[in-house]
């Protein structure tokens, strides 16, 4: 073959450039050496990843089609070559990705994390740290939307559902939940709200706060995950005021007040799965 004579190709280049000074100059038996090693490394390949294949079936807290949790303290209690194999078949097994050093050292510090703290290995699967489990999740994005919404009528999309009325002020029961919250109905200064997707470079000044916080930020320090916050919904007034990051915080604008006359109540529920798979249409 002519292309072994050109050293445009790496392996022809050391065959050529590399191998025989050293030969000359270091080690007369230096492709025998280097052939024992390969076999060696090939050895402790194969051995490595055997032993990772048995220890990462008892690391399995629960398992998916779409989802992977594995129990971070047995996982420590191997070394941490051991540990890195591991990342790197569960990657294979789930995702069907094979890893780099970097990502699976960040997977690694995961464990040492704050729960909620995650990593983004493909544009499809993040890993993050629940409690004491690291899950590996594949996202589930949603298209982007946007959409008017009436006062006193319920409203049933894919994914989650919304409602809103108008309530008396009497009637007003905060029950420490997310899912439903109350606003000053004045201060929407509308009939007609919108209800879309979240975007990069939104804010609102959340309840208890007097200036502006970026919405990505309050998702960071909410510890919620990435593939997650895609699935929040943004509620804004029609010229585009945020008044409630749906079950997460209303932004203090709206807030009720000892003035506010007339109190309007916000829900959110998030649509559960169907038993065949599939969820109800909006």
Same mark, same amino acid.
């Given at each position: %073959?002519?292309? &072994?004579?050109? %050293?445009?190709?790496?392996?022809?280049?050391?065959?050529?450039?590399?191998?025989?000074?050293?030969?000359? !100059?270091?080690?007369?038996?230096?492709?025998? =050496?280097?052939?024992?090693?390969?076999?060696?490394?090939?050895?402790? !390949?194969?051995?490595?990843?055997? =032993?990772?294949?048995?220890?990462?079936?008892?690391?399995?807290?629960?398992? *998916?089609? !779409?989802?992977?949790?594995?129990?971070?303290?047995?996982?420590?209690?191997?070394?941490?070559?051991?540990?890195?194999?591991?990342?790197?078949?569960?990657?294979?097994?789930?995702?069907?990705?094979?890893?780099?050093? +970097?990502?699976?050292?960040?997977?690694? +510090?995961? =464990?040492?994390?704050?729960?909620?703290?995650?990593?983004?290995?493909?544009?499809?699967?993040?890993?993050?740290?629940?409690?004491?489990?690291?899950?590996?999740?594949?996202? +589930?994005?949603?298209?982007?939307?946007?959409?008017?919404?009436?006062? &006193?009528?319920?409203?049933?999309? +894919?994914?989650?559902?919304?409602?809103?009325?108008?309530?008396?002020?009497?009637?007003?029961? /905060?029950? #420490?939940?997310?899912?439903?919250?109350?606003?000053?109905?004045?201060?929407?200064?509308?009939?007609?709200?919108?209800?879309?997707?979240?975007?990069? #470079?939104?804010?609102? $000044?959340?309840?208890?706060?007097?200036?502006?916080?970026?919405?990505? %930020?309050?998702? $960071?320090?909410?510890?919620?995950?990435?593939?997650?916050?895609?699935?929040?919904?943004?509620?804004? @007034?029609?010229?585009?005021?945020?008044?409630? $990051?749906?079950?997460?915080?209303?932004?203090?604008?709206?807030?009720? *007040?000892?003035?506010?006359?007339? $109190?309007?109540?916000?829900? /959110? @529920?998030?649509?559960? !799965?169907?038993? &065949?798979?599939?969820? #109800?249409?909006?």
């Amino acid at each position: %073959d002519s292309s &072994n004579m050109k %050293d445009y190709y790496t392996r022809n280049f050391i065959r050529h450039n590399i191998v025989p000074p050293v030969k000359k !100059e270091v080690n007369p038996n230096l492709v025998p =050496t280097l052939s024992r090693s390969a076999e060696l490394f090939r050895e402790l !390949e194969a051995f490595l990843t055997y =032993t990772a294949r048995q220890s990462y079936e008892l690391l399995i807290a629960k398992k *998916t089609d !779409e989802e992977l949790h594995l129990s971070i303290s047995r996982l420590r209690s191997n070394p941490v070559l051991l540990q890195q194999y591991i990342i790197m078949l569960a990657a294979e097994q789930l995702a069907h990705r094979k890893l780099d050093y +970097d990502q699976v050292n960040s997977i690694l +510090d995961l =464990t040492e994390g704050l729960t909620g703290s995650w990593v983004a290995i493909s544009k499809e699967y993040v890993v993050f740290r629940d409690r004491e489990n690291l899950v590996m999740r594949k996202t +589930d994005p949603i298209t982007a939307f946007k959409i008017t919404v009436q006062p &006193n009528h319920r409203y049933d999309f +894919d994914r989650f559902q919304f409602a809103s009325e108008v309530v008396d002020p009497k009637n007003v029961q /905060f029950n #420490g939940g997310g899912n439903a919250e109350f606003i000053d109905a004045d201060a929407v200064k509308s009939s007609e709200l919108v209800l879309r997707s979240w975007s990069d #470079g939104d804010s609102f $000044v959340p309840l208890g706060m007097k200036t502006k916080k970026k919405i990505s %930020d309050f998702f $960071v320090d909410a510890k919620i995950p990435i593939y997650e916050k895609h699935q929040i919904p943004i509620l804004e @007034t029609k010229d585009g005021q945020v008044v409630w $990051v749906c079950g997460q915080r209303i932004d203090d604008r709206f807030k009720i *007040t000892s003035g506010t006359k007339r $109190v309007m109540k916000l829900e /959110f @529920t998030r649509t559960p !799965e169907r038993t &065949n798979g599939k969820r #109800g249409k909006g």
